[in-house]
């Protein structure tokens, strides 16, 4: 389930307000002593996070338990999202049992989508926060965050500790798999988001280096919307990756009905399949729909595409 973009906070007793982390949504289906851990694109990334999945983790023992929650990386008390990018596609057991004694992750655990062979995705949210809280998880690695009533308050506080944003969820809904509901509604500080990856340019001097990406946003009748490129943040080996993985998707065809405003020729962009998508951060968007200095922050492998597909808010502005 997802979170439907809005500009305030809701107001009345039906909302339950929570923190908005900034970082990766993973299920973590647990049985006995066994946990495995998906993205949200149904990719087992147990591997990235030995530390969560370990005894001392907190999450073994209990039995048929699907959770879902997000995965962070803290500095200072503080989300990392970049420290966190580069763990969530490590494959290497070595590699990422060093990582994990380096950069710790933490699970952030806000829902229960079933629990002892039963499900409860039909249940009210706040029934299942009840039940959520009597597992009583609550370790170093695995963590319940609270939830408050009053919305325009934590909006506040989580500003001036310079968190990401609000997540409020009515408190009475379903839990509604796959869909990005109006029932929970996100409000962030900062100005960023998620965009597909459609093409790039190379250094100006330099055909075997990333200058630059083409980024996009889907819409639900079917054509992408130009959003401009973004080059700040992908100097060094974050450049080199990420450039790999565009060469892995190259097509001889531009994603857009017509070439993007102000920019090369079409022969000059190598395009890929709009694949990939990236969290970016910018200043605003101007009024031709572009990024205003936007800076690369990493790809996102718990969304697809078509999760960016906005639903509108009523009121939201």
């Known amino acids: ?17 929570e923190v908005k982390w900034d970082g990766m949504r993973v299920l973590a289906h647990v049985s006995g002593s066994s946990v495995r851990l998906t993205s949200r694109t149904e990719r087992d990334i147990s591997v990235a996070f030995p530390e969560l999945i370990a005894a001392d983790a907190g999450l073994q023992g209990y039995d048929d338990l699907l959770l879902d929650g997000e995965v962070v990386i803290l500095a200072d008390g503080v989300p990392s999202f970049a ?43 706040r029934q299942r926060r009840q039940l959520l809280e009597g597992l009583e998880l609550g370790t170093r690695f695995v ?12 909006a506040e506080a989580t500003a001036a500790k310079h968190l990401e944003g609000v997540v409020s969820k009515r408190a009475g809904s379903p839990y509604r798999p796959g869909r990005r509901s109006p029932d929970w509604r996100k ?22 280096v990333l200058g630059s990406v083409y980024l996009a946003t889907p819409t639900p009748e079917g054509p992408l919307l130009f ?3 973004v080059g700040s943040g992908l100097a060094g ?6 450039l790999s993985q565009l060469r892995e998707l190259r097509s001889a065809d531009s994603p857009f009905e017509e070439d993007p405003p102000g920019e090369p020729g079409r022969g000059a962009i190598r395009w890929v399949r709009p694949e990939l998508v990236a969290d ?3 200043l605003g968007i101007s009024d031709g729909g572009q990024l205003r200095q936007p ?7 718990d969304l697809r595409p078509q999760d960016l597909i906005a639903t509108e808010v009523p009121g939201s502005g």
């Open 187 to 208: 409000i962030v500080h900062r100005r960023t988001d998620s965009f597909v990856v459609c093409g790039w340019l190379p250094e100006r001097d330099n055909d075997l």
């Open 1 to 17: 389930m997802l979170a439907t973009p809005a500009d305030t906070v809701p107001e009345g007793d039906d909302w339950l307000h």
């Open 227 to 229: 959003r401009g490129r």
């Open 280 to 282: 970016v951060e910018f």
């Open 83 to 125: 420290a966190l990018a580069e763990r969530f596609n490590v494959s290497d057991p070595a590699m990422a049992a060093r990582l994990a004694a380096a950069t710790p992750a933490t699970f952030l655990v806000f829902d229960v989508l079933q629990a002892m062979n039963r499900p409860t995705l039909t249940m009210p949210l």
């Open 295 to 301: 800076s690369w922050r990493g790809i996102r492998h």
């Open 143 to 154: 963590q319940v965050p609270p939830t408050f009533t009053d919305g325009a308050q934590l």
């Open 237 to 242: 080996t974050r450049g080199a990756t990420l």
